[in-house]
């Protein structure tokens, strides 16, 4: 409870800056710089901060400008602070703060929590709170960042991470997939030992702000972590290494801005950004290797480059699990997903003999901020998918009135590789034209941008080769 009641006293700061047009993800963006130098103060880590730069300097200034002065601060620990992850957390300093008065406002604020009744490992729950609040709002427009917890903590269960692997996130995010996996692994790790061999983790995250958070959030979780600023469908992808598990929910929405080129080894070029890091992440997993990812439905049955991907995924990887995922998880409007299990297979071909598919949005509520997503929700799909987690424990075929049924590769074929399979209906006398209303728009808008983006990408391509003819 006092976790929860510092996370609310520190979210209620964001009004003092309403005024300046300010954002909540810039507001998280920005209570990192305050809130690390903050917990420094607490939990013995201020030896990483220089002298005159720390949290009771900035408290105590009397001098004159203090936003001035407060950016020299944060230009010095980004470029001279000896330790290097204060300097990855402080780099392309940049302050949402326009009047020095709100500055002092929140500085002041944050100060005088009770921060000496919160123990060292509660700090990193605050923080991700903190993420969780700027999640749930609409207005933030962060949702894509964040994954519910509930989710990523069912699938890092089944996925089961150890020791001694290289755990990846080529879209890190604010890093929840990752922070889960280390807590799972310490769950599991009692010698000392055992936790010499704690997992390797590493990510790529495009979007500085978002960077310093994945960044914060791993340093108070105590995460080992390698994280890389940069895109994994461009050439920055070369400074991945190949993991043995990939945790992701890639970024919702169609082609990314800018002039970067995508990479040129993905086998079938697409605007869409979910099929790209779907090809990405299979052909980056070393064999054997297993992944989850959370995709958007039209990765299911978008035909053209999609039907190619998901050939070509059932050949090299076994494709063994499916769940579909209930509406309102995201913030996203008209995104209905699912989460995608798989393992690399250790032949060139054929590795994909079944896939088992489990119905969690038939019947379900809408989640939302009113009704969030618990743990209790998975436990039906956790018991199905088995404790094997490459998907080969025993399981049964629940028939059509079930939630879990096994689909053959041949029956998939048979579907044009469609596998977007549902059978579960409200009124199973007129299944298939019984959809709701917001799954058939959301289907409808997903096949339009579909559509949208290939000619996109068409047109890009037109004039690539316009001007490499010049």
Request: aromatic content about 8%; hydrophobic content about 40%; some cysteine.
């Amino acid at each position: 409870m006092q976790q929860e009641n510092i996370v609310q006293k520190i979210w209620n700061l964001c009004h003092i800056l309403r005024g300046d047009g300010v954002s909540y993800h810039e507001y998280i963006s920005e209570l990192t710089y305050l809130l690390f130098l903050r917990i420094a103060a607490e939990n013995e880590t201020e030896k990483l901060i220089p002298d005159g730069y720390r949290w009771d300097d900035i408290v105590g200034y009397t001098g004159g400008d203090l936003l001035t002065h407060y950016r020299d601060v944060l230009t010095f620990l980004g470029g001279h602070a000896n330790d290097d992850r204060v300097r990855k957390i402080y780099a392309f300093p940049t302050t949402v703060f326009s009047h020095s008065e709100n500055l002092r406002a929140v500085i002041d604020g944050i100060d005088r929590l009770d921060w000496g009744s919160i123990s060292t490992d509660a700090m990193g729950g605050i923080y991700e709170g903190l993420i969780a609040k700027n999640s749930q709002d609409a207005r933030s427009g962060a949702g894509q960042y964040f994954t519910p917890r509930a989710l990523i903590d069912s699938i890092v269960r089944l996925v089961q991470p150890r020791g001694g692997e290289l755990i990846q996130d080529p879209a890190a995010g604010s890093g929840g997939f990752l922070v889960s996996a280390n807590d799972f692994v310490l769950g599991r790790t009692q010698s000392k030992t055992a936790k010499r061999s704690l997992p390797r983790f590493e990510g790529m995250e495009i979007e500085k702000g978002t960077y310093r958070i994945c960044l914060m959030n791993a340093f108070l979780h105590g995460l080992d972590l390698r994280l890389i600023l940069g895109d994994a469908l461009t050439v920055d992808s070369a400074n991945l290494t190949d993991p043995d598990v990939i945790l992701a929910n890639p970024p919702f929405g169609a082609r990314a801005g800018g002039a970067r080129r995508q990479r040129r080894d993905i086998p079938f070029p697409t605007a869409n950004k979910q099929l790209a890091f779907l090809q990405h992440i299979y052909l980056a997993l070393k064999p054997g290797g297993r992944a989850a990812v959370v995709l958007p439905d039209n990765v299911l049955f978008e035909d053209g480059v999609g039907r190619k991907v998901r050939q070509d995924i059932l050949e090299k990887c076994n494709l063994h699990t499916i769940i579909r995922l209930p509406t309102g998880i995201f913030y996203a409007q008209g995104v209905m997903t699912n989460v995608l299990f798989f393992s690399r297979g250790e032949k060139p071909r054929g590795n994909t003999k079944e896939t088992w598919i489990y119905d969690m949005r038939t019947g379900m509520p809408a989640f939302g901020k009113k009704q969030p997503l618990a743990t209790a929700h998975f436990e039906e799909f956790e018991a199905c998918f088995g404790p094997d987690p490459l998907g080969t424990s025993p399981r049964q075929d629940l028939g059509e009135q079930g939630r879990f049924r096994r689909f053959t590769r041949k029956q998939i074929a048979a579907r044009n590789e469609n596998l977007d399979i549902d059978w579960l209906r409200a009124d199973q006398d007129n299944a298939g034209t019984n959809a709701e209303p917001e799954e058939l728009a959301a289907r409808i808008s997903q096949l339009l941008r579909a559509a949208i983006e290939q000619i996109d990408l068409l047109s890009d391509e037109l004039s690539a080769e316009g001007n490499d003819a010049r």
